[in-house]
C-alpha cells in the first residue's frame, strides 16, 4: 500500500473503515441527544410580544431594490453587448 507524507496513515483500508466508525458512533449519539435535550424551554411570552412585520416589509422591500438594480445592470450589459456586437 501506498503511503502519502504521512508514514503512520494508509490510504485505502483504514480510511473507508475510519469513516464507517466515525458514521456509526455519531448515528449512535444522535437518539442519546435528543433524549438528553428533552423538551426545550417555553418562549412563547417573550416570542408573541415581537412584531416583525415591519423588519418583515424592510427585507422584502431591500431585496425588491437589489433585485431591479440586477436586472438594470444585466439589462444594461445585454443591451452593450447587442451594440458591440457581441
Known amino acids: 500500500m501506498r503511503t502519502g507524507r504521512f508514514p503512520g496513515i ?4 483504514n480510511t473507508m473503515k475510519k ?3 466515525a458514521i456509526a458512533i455519531s448515528a449512535a449519539a444522535i437518539p442519546a441527544v435528543t433524549f438528553a435535550a428533552g423538551t426545550g424551554p417555553d418562549l412563547t411570552p417573550l416570542t408573541g410580544q ?3 412585520t415591519t423588519v418583515i416589509t424592510a ?12 436586472v438594470a445592470i444585466r439589462g444594461a450589459k445585454t443591451v452593450l453587448s447587442m ?4
Open 10 to 13: 494508509q490510504l485505502r483500508g
Open 19 to 21: 469513516k464507517f466508525a
Open 50 to 52: 415581537v412584531d416583525f
Open 59 to 70: 427585507v422584502l422591500a431591500i431585496a425588491g431594490l437589489l433585485a431591479g438594480v440586477d
Open 83 to 86: 451594440i458591440k456586437g457581441r
